[in-house]
T-cell receptor, first 119, second 110 residues
C-alpha cells in the first residue's frame, strides 16, 4: 500500500514555458500533499503544503504565483511551474499523507520525483 | 526555527554495522522519521519514532531520545545496495510538516 505516483518522470522545456507536474496517491486518500524541491547533493526543501479543496500554504521564499498548486481531489495534486527559467531546473518530489496506510497518519509517502530541466 | 544535523558522509565495509546520528533543536516536536534515498530517486520510508527508545526492523533500527534531541539509525549486516543517502526528518504537528536534515551519504565498500 501507500503508493504515490508522479508524472512526468522527467521533462525538458524551453525557458519561458510552463510545466505541470501531477502527483497521485494510488491506493489511499491523501488528506495532505506536500511539494519539495531538491538540488543536487542537497536535502529536500519543502515548497508548499496543500490540503484538498483549500489553498496551498507556501514556505517562505517560494513564489506562489510562480509555483501554482492545485489539490482538487483527495488523490490528485498538481504543481505548475510558470514561466520556467534555467534556475528552476531541479528534482521536484511530492509526498502524500492520509489515513488507512500502514505507517500511520503522520507518515509521508513520496512519489518517484520529476526531474525538470529548463534550457 | 529548526536545526537538524547529521554527518555528511560515512564509509563502511560490506557486512559491517554503521550508525548514523541525527541531532535536532526544534521549537516543537512530534516525531522523527528516517528515510533512505538512492541517487535520483525519491525517499523511501524507513522508520518513525515518537517515543524514546529503540525500534528494530530487520537489519535497520532507529533510536530516539527526546530529552537529548538525538536519534540514530543503525544499519547492520551492510549490503552494497545500502549505499544511499539517509535523511532524518523532524515532524511537527503544528504546521503539519517535515523538516529534513542535510542527509548522510553512506558508501558501502566490498
Amino acid at each position: 500500500g501507500a503508493v504515490v505516483s508522479q508524472h512526468p518522470s522527467w521533462v525538458i522545456c524551453k525557458s519561458g514555458t510552463s510545466v505541470k507536474i501531477e502527483c497521485r496517491s494510488l491506493d489511499f486518500q491523501a488528506t495532505t500533499m506536500f511539494w519539495y524541491r531538491q538540488f543536487p547533493k542537497q536535502s529536500l526543501m519543502l515548497m508548499a503544503t496543500s490540503n484538498e479543496g483549500s489553498k496551498a500554504t507556501y514556505e517562505q521564499g517560494v513564489e506562489k504565483d510562480k509555483f501554482l498548486i492545485n489539490h482538487a481531489s483527495l488523490t490528485l495534486s498538481t504543481l505548475t511551474v510558470t514561466s520556467a527559467h534555467p534556475e528552476d531546473s531541479s528534482f521536484y518530489i511530492c509526498s502524500a499523507r492520509g489515513s488507512g496506510v500502514g505507517g500511520g497518519t503522520d507518515t509521508q509517502y513520496f512519489g518517484p520525483g520529476t526531474r525538470l530541466t529548463v534550457l | 526555527g529548526q536545526n537538524i544535523d547529521q554527518p555528511t558522509e560515512m564509509t563502511a565495509t560490506e557486512g559491517a554495522i554503521v550508525q548514523i546520528n541525527c541531532t535536532y533543536q526544534t521549537s516543537g516536536f512530534n516525531g522523527l522519521f528516517w528515510y533512505q534515498q538512492h541517487a535520483g530517486e525519491a525517499p523511501t520510508f524507513l522508520s518513525y519514532n515518537v517515543l524514546d527508545g529503540l525500534e528494530e526492523k530487520g537489519r535497520f533500527s532507529s533510536f530516539l531520545s527526546r530529552s537529548k534531541g538525538y536519534s540514530y539509525l543503525l544499519l547492520k549486516e551492510l549490503q552494497m545496495k545500502d549505499s544511499a543517502s539517509y535523511l532524518c526528518a523532524v515532524y511537527k504537528a503544528a504546521g503539519n510538516k517535515l523538516t529534513f536534515g542535510g542527509g548522510t551519504r553512506v558508501l558501502v565498500k566490498p
